[in-house]
């Protein structure tokens, strides 16, 4: 059934044909060196060019395009100094994935070979729009699409095997300017969010605050397999998760991988990741064993969101493609392997002013905790009110398989305070007079009577989709393989809306009663319309499920369900008030969404029947035909013998090939039946049938699979087994 024996890799050497190996360069040589950052600016601009850069990179103005030339001057001599050929407008399209074009710095005056990269290269390229997804947005024929420079992500060297590539940064809009990515309303959602925010502080009398910036740090889990179980899967090739397996006698029981001693070969591995990563930029902090066997995960520092997509984009592929070199194969699926964990993406959200002051970091200053509490309201309210958009933000078909499960958030969205910081908003909600709660008095805008809330007073939910974790949000329901920026755009936008709702009743009450009278109505008001979201208990209890809806909270289990609300009239109003989407932008990305779940649940479902139909049942057949034949020698040997085990067993063999042969048949026939159907209004109706009819009877084909691997000689079993696959060596 092939070769299935693990490739033995030469740790040393795959060191050795990385990148250079960290010791011979200290950490702080080595971080940033591969990228175009403030030292090589400073280095190479004039110093006005270099102010203006850094102003436009730090607050968003507008870059004077007659600094252009001088600037893609400077970026053309650093790459080449490190070997760079090329050039790549870097771009991040409706894929979920990323997308670059390369484009060498060779050029000619005459017939004589000269080095160039002019401003307009920089700052504008024109790749295919019709070939990416749009959602309707643009017709097969209207191909002209345009990336444009974003100078508040600095550009890096990709090092190749032969010669780097300058990558920059960019958006991708269409020729009618509507964004065909992610990026784009990424940024306009951090400009909404900043405006609103500034707005609010100066509300509350903090005039001095210009702008405020996301951040956000994303832990990213990941599995590793041996190479050649991989190229063995051919259901991990195409879908990226197994479509079946038999459960092995060894999974996560023992719970002795976690945080677990990290073998050789993986910990190669993570070296070989890590010293790329900081060459680009990207703060990676801590790497450790995660639950399931053969699960890792990676976690960097916080940055300003926009560029920690970037990076976390980049880490996927810098994870992916070292792999190869380690004999292995990195998996980012939510859910590859059936019965152990799966991965996500732990989405750890907050807010910073220009003056470096996270806005959800409560303080050790009992003066300070109006405007913490303020924030806090505005996050509860934005949860509460916009659930429908968070959920939407994490639906695909591999987060189908965590969310709800005992592994992940539940698909409700709530949020998770603590003891505390529960104690100190139900007081607040309650209006009760401080001296019942901590002996001080009541709250007051600047001399306020909370107590200091140190950041680790309480423990942590892991069972909570949006939890509070000392001076920030942890999204936890984020899928490993998605993008961040989906989830931030949504988080940005409806935290906006949030600011500006608070903004306008503070300041309406204000006119009335004065600014800390108006604070603290307001706050009280708002705590207590939306502190039904707050859930500091159990996310995976089957009481919870039943507490939700006696609270009125959405439960979408599945992907379809979210979707489905995606686009909704109070949903487009929001985003064009925030000015993040047009009607037509979002109702695209819905449209995308859909299709997405629909084809890859088709990839899986012909996967499954391929897999069934090519190689378990020819192999399944052999083994049935194997025991018939003993059956048939032993009763022709002795009559008398006891043979009622081994008929059992032909029979089992048999009852699970003709099983396996219906199953397929009836997948089949689903498949059919989806393909002839209509999409109905952004394909809700097709992706609905595809979710209770084709995803069921690929659960029966997996059923008579992996019962038939149960009692198959091992050496007929044509596909890498579980208990091969999990534990890497």
Known sequence: MGDRRPIVIDLEACREEGASNTARASLTDLYRSDVFDDRAMRARLPSAAYESLRETMNKGTALDPRLADLVANAMKEWAVERGATHFSHWFQPMTGHTAEKHDSFLSFSGDQPIVEFSGKALIKGEPDASS????????????????????????????????STLSIPTAFCSWTGEALDTKTPLLRSCEALSREAVRLLHVLGRTEVR??????????????????????????????????????????????????????????????????????GVPVKTRHNEVAPGQFELAPIFERSAVAVDHNMLTMDVLRKTALRHGLVCLLHEKPFAGVNGSGKHNNWSMATDADENLLDPGSDPGQNARFVVMLTAVLRAVDTHADLLRAAVATPGNDHRLGANEAPPAIMSAYLGGELDEVCRGLIAGAPAGERKGAQAMRLGVTSLPPLPRDSTDRNRTSPFAFTGNKFEFRAVGSSQSCAGPNIVLNTIMAESLRHLANRIEDAARKSGLEVAVQQVVQEELKKHYRVVFNGNGYGAEWQVEAEKRGLPNMRNTVDALEHMACDANVKLFEDMAVFTRRELESRATIALENYEKHIAIEAQACLDIAATMVLPSALQMQHRVAVSLSAARSADSTLDLAPQESLLKGLAGHVSGLLRANSALEQMLVQADGMGHGEHGIVRAAFIRDQVVPAMGCVREHCDALEACMDDELWPLPKYREMLFVH
Request: charged share 25%; with cysteine.
């Open 211 to 280: 702008q405020v910036f996301t951040t956000l740090g994303s832990e990213q889990e990941y599995f590793l397999i041996d190479r050649r179980y991989f190229a063995a899967r051919p259901d991990l090739v195409a879908c990226g998760r197994t479509l079946m397996g038999a459960r092995p006698a060894k999974g996560q029981e023992l719970e002795d991988h976690y945080f677990g001693t990290i073998s050789n070969r993986v910990l190669a591995y993570m070296e070989d990741c890590e010293e790329q990563l900081w060459r680009l």
């Open 132 to 163: 990416f997804p749009s959602g309707g947005i643009r017709s097969t024929f209207e191909a002209r699409g345009y990336t444009a420079w974003d100078p508040t992500s600095p550009a890096y060297i990709r090092r190749g095997t032969r010669a």
